[in-house]
């Protein structure tokens, strides 16, 4: 069993940067692919990127160049370097961890944090 929790949420100005941490505890080595996905109000939930516990990354095509992901795996964390921030990044974002044979939108799911980003 593989827990997750995120931090690092909160209100921001357009422009500006957020740092999004989520912790693993449990079998958390079993997490080959983490990733990152958010949900806006009224809208399904999407995938933002996802990190390898090689460290390849993946990202929405819509977000390249603005958010970054990375991953301590000695400290069990991933991370989200969200930049140059817009009102259509308010969302809450959630952490998202699967082995190596779970498909994609599987596995373990954080509680969430909120990003809202002010105009």
């Known amino acids: 069993q593989v827990q997750l929790v995120e931090s690092g949420g909160g209100l921001v100005q357009a422009g500006g940067s957020l740092r999004l941490s989520c912790a693993a505890s449990?079998?958390?080595?079993?997490?080959?692919?983490m990733a990152w996905y958010r949900q806006a109000p009224g809208k399904q939930r999407e995938w933002v990127a996802t990190i390898t516990s090689g460290s390849t990354t993946t990202y929405a095509d819509s977000l390249k160049g603005r958010f970054t992901i990375s991953r301590d795996n000695a400290k069990n964390a991933m991370f989200l370097q969200m930049n140059s921030l817009k009102p259509e990044d308010t969302a809450v974002y959630y952490c998202?961890?699967?082995?190596?044979?779970?498909?994609?939108?599987?596995?373990?799911w954080g509680q969430g944090t909120q990003v809202t980003v002010s105009s």
């Open positions: 998202n961890g699967r082995n190596a044979w779970t498909p994609a939108g599987g596995g373990s």
């Open positions: 449990g079998s958390s080595a079993s997490l080959y692919f």
